[in-house]
């Protein structure tokens, strides 16, 4: 018996034990460890079989880092058919996860009971694949058509319980020992004679189905596959699940899923899946760094980004006090965080009590003083430096020892505020996006003098409210807003060089972005990124520079919130429109400016958008500003909803090739000049040498 596998008779159940730590993941020792013991235990005194693991969780899937790669034997499929022709009922005790693979070696088996915390799904979808051993055709035959669907299409876990409504699980079983209930349910079904349930035998009436169900499904699901092919062929699979045998629909099943580990998409998704894990870790970091205890929070202003943040540590049972400036801004913060969680219980995804709960966790004040014993504080006030320094002076007289002191500051200079302070090393930047209870990235922001227990500290409070964290070093913007600036530029320039806003916006969200950039401007309001502007020094003096949104600005078109930006909106829908004022307006600008308007294609607006990203992700990475270049992918899919189908900038820049972004940068430097495109030391070094960044990655690990 393989070492990741073992064997053993206890009376008449033969017990598989799976231990293969740190997520019992299907690798081949897994499967051939696990098909050998079904095998031996043909041949034993045993009756019935159980199938377990040891460690945290059940088997949480196949193992990823074998994608992509040659096929070793034996393979999954092979392992469930074993199972599922034993001639004993083999049954499944799932504690933890049971997710992809790991679900579906339990739907091959013959019984499944779980303990109630137990949580199974098909996850697949999430790293462009589709259950590729049986999961598409065993659920729906079980749950039914449209449960299956969902359940596979969104990806997400069902709480055990649930799952025995679905059907999909048999039994809740109680108490401390899993192994030992397992054995006893499998004693009670052996004593009621109860049958070897095959998930095979069940077959699906297609007259059950209304007509044109895939078909919708299909519309609805390319509505929000932003550049994934997955959920097409998911369906595809549960179509053949109902209208093919099933060996037949297995066999769909696999050359679908062939297909899609081999995508481009998928290879990207995979991409993420492990950046995601890795970002979280900090290099010169020891992993067992001490951690500080955070059982109570402080948010300094209570406005759009504070609301939000104090919902992520209400949501975690962590209780928060929120500081305002007067009783009329706290009553309106905390106004503002009753309606988003009502807004919730309204879509009936949230109970009234738990709403009541999470909200009996946020208190407020206006006195500094009633926060001096919380662990973290986390300040969002509004942007402005000398004011945070003042604040951070006061939390430095009014908080405990040991607090950790954070700003949510989106460009100011961490460290400067961090010397506002006695303890600099208590300080560091905790950068939320917006919505804060909403989007999943979290940049924390390393500065000089941080702490090293303060850094691991945040990292573990980040993941436990559900972020994914990503280290940044301090400069203008951090990574994400730092190397934002060329990406806007850029889009403001293809309108005077031809481009009409429809026509940026829509190859960008072709592309997969969620919004395109000029759109987005509308959504945020275009006076946001003026004032901005007016207060820096360091943009070059060119009337070309932000041009259409400075004159929009200035016509008080500021987008969605005045009903006008780069486009009109529909008073009643709030349907984006193109408007040809705006249109006629940019011609003119460009005349203005001497500008010989022309066709511009697809390809050179990605190029023109997406090339000033790279590029600063180079300098960014020259200067040690993020530890990898997956960081960076994490921040961009995670924060401003870069197509996680393409991986991430910095992935992306890989497949298209760096010496091509190099020479096209290069290209567009000789057109527009250097103040705009200066190619990086790091890119170009790359492209000469025929090298990657994630070449350059694993040689700097
Ligand atoms: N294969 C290989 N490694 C895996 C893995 C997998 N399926 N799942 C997790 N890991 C690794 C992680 O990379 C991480 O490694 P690290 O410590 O070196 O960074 C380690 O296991 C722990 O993972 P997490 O940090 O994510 O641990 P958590 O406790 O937070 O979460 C989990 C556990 C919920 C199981 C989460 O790891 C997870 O969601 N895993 C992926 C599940 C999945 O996608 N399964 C489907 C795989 S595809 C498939 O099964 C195809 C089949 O249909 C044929
Ligand atoms: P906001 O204007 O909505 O809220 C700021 C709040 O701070 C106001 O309610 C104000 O009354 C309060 N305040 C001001 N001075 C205070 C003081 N001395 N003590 C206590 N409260 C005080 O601002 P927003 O958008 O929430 O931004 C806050 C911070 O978060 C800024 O630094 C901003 O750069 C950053 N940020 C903003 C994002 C966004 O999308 N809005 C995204 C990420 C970061």
């Known amino acids: 018996m393989s070492q990741v596998v073992s064997y053993e008779l206890h009376g008449n159940i033969g017990v598989i034990s799976v231990n293969n730590p740190p997520v019992n993941a299907l690798a081949q020792v897994v499967r051939e460890g696990i098909l050998n013991a079904v095998q031996q235990a043909q041949g034993d005194a045993s009756e019935a079989i159980v199938l377990r693991c040891e460690g945290r969780t059940f088997i949480a899937g196949a193992d990823i880092t074998e994608f992509g790669k040659p096929p070793k034997s034996p393979g999954l499929p092979e392992v469930l058919s074993e ?26 088996c013959h019984y499944r009971c779980a303990i109630a915390s137990a949580r199974v799904g098909l996850p697949e979808v999430n790293l462009g694949l589709l259950p590729g051993a049986g999961g598409t055709q ?34 809740i079983v109680e108490g401390d020992d899993l192994q030992a209930a397992a054995i006893s349910y499998a004693g009670e079904l052996l004593n009621a004679g109860a049958p ?39 369906v595809s699979c549960i179509e053949a699940a109902v209208n093919l045998p099933m060996d037949e629909g297995l066999q769909r099943e696999r ?5 899609l580990v081999t995508s481009p998409e998928s290879a990207a998704m995979r991409h993420i899946f492990f950046a995601e894990r890795q970002a979280a870790k900090i290099k010169d970091l020891p992993k067992d760094t001490a951690q500080r205890p955070i059982n109570k929070v402080a948010i300094i202003g209570g406005g759009t980004m504070g609301g939000g943040i104090a919902m992520c540590f209400a949501n975690v049972d962590i209780p928060v006090v929120m500081v305002e400036i ?121 500065g000089e003098k941080t702490a090293d227990d303060v850094l691991a500290t945040s990292m573990a409070i980040g993941k436990k409210i559900g972020k994914i964290c990503a280290l940044s070093r301090v400069c203008y913007g951090f990574i994400g807003n730092r190397m934002l600036s060329g990406y806007g530029r850029e889009a403001q320039m293809l309108l005077l060089d031809g481009c009409t806003p429809t026509q940026v916006d829509s190859t960008l969200e072709k592309f997969g972005m969620a919004m395109g950039p000029l759109a987005m401007g509308d959504l945020a309001g275009l006076d946001v990124g003026y004032k901005a502007r007016q207060s820096r020094t360091d943009l070059p003096d060119d009337p070309k520079l932000f041009r259409m949104g400075t004159v929009l600005v200035e016509m008080d078109r500021l987008g969605q919130k005045t ?41 050179e607006i990605l190029q023109r958008c997406f090339y000033p990203l ?15 270049p997956s960081d960076i992918d994490v921040v961009y899919v995670y924060g401003y909803a870069f197509p996680v189908a393409k991986g991430g900038p910095m992935f992306y820049a890989d497949q298209v090739g760096l010496k091509n972004v190099y020479d096209k940068i290069c290209e ?15 890119l170009k070094e790359l492209a000469e040498k025929g090298s990657s960044f994630a070449e350059w990655a694993a040689e700097q690990a």
């Not at 567009?668 to 790091?682: I, N, S, V």
């Open 83 to 108: 199972i599922e022709n034993s001639s004993k009922p083999v049954i499944a005790a799932i504690h933890g996860t049971a997710l992809g693979g790991g679900f579906e070696v339990t739907l091959a």
């Open 138 to 171: 065993r659920v729906p035959r079980i749950a039914g058509v449209k449960a299956a669907l969902d359940m596979i299409t969104s990806g997400k876990p069902v709480p055990a319980p649930k799952a025995k409504e679905m059907g999909l699980i048999d039994e």
């Open 196 to 234: 070897l349930k095959r998930v095979r035998d069940i077959t699906i009436d297609p007259e059950s189905i209304e007509p044109g169900f895939f078909e919708s499904a299909r519309k609805n699901l390319a509505k929000r596959a932003r550049g994934q092919i997955a959920q097409d062929r998911i």
């Open 255 to 259: 050359e679908l899923f062939s297909e």
């Open 326 to 446: 007067n009783d009329d801004a706290l009553e309106r913060g905390l106004g503002i965080i009753r309606k988003n969680y009502s807004i919730t219980v309204k879509k009936g995804k949230m109970s009234e009590e738990h709403m009541n709960s999470r909200l009996e966790l946020i208190s407020g004040t206006t006195d500094y003083a009633d926060i001096s014993d919380v662990d973290l504080v986390i300040e969002a006030v509004f942007e402005n430096l000398d004011l945070k320094k003042e604040i951070f002076a006061k939390l430095d007289a009014t908080c405990k020892q040991g607090a950790i002191l954070a700003t949510n500051t989106s460009y100011q200079d961490v460290d400067a505020i961090a010397n506002a302070t006695q303890r600099p090393e208590d300080v560091l930047g905790l950068h939320f996006f917006s919505p804060a209870n909403v989007m999943k990235l979290l940049e924390v922001v390393r």
């Open 563 to 603: 009903g006008a930006g780069y486009y009109k909106y529909d008073p009643e829908t709030r349907a984006r429109l193109a408007d040809p004022e705006v249109e006629a307006l940019i011609k003119e600008e460009a005349a203005k400016l001497d500008i010989e308007q022309r066709e511009i294609s697809e390809e």
């Open 614 to 628: 790279i590029n600063e992700g180079a300098l960014i990475l020259e200067e040690g500003i993020a530890q990898r």
């Open 668 to 682: 567009f430097r000789d057109r527009y000049g250097e103040d705009y495109w200066k190619p990086a030391p790091l």
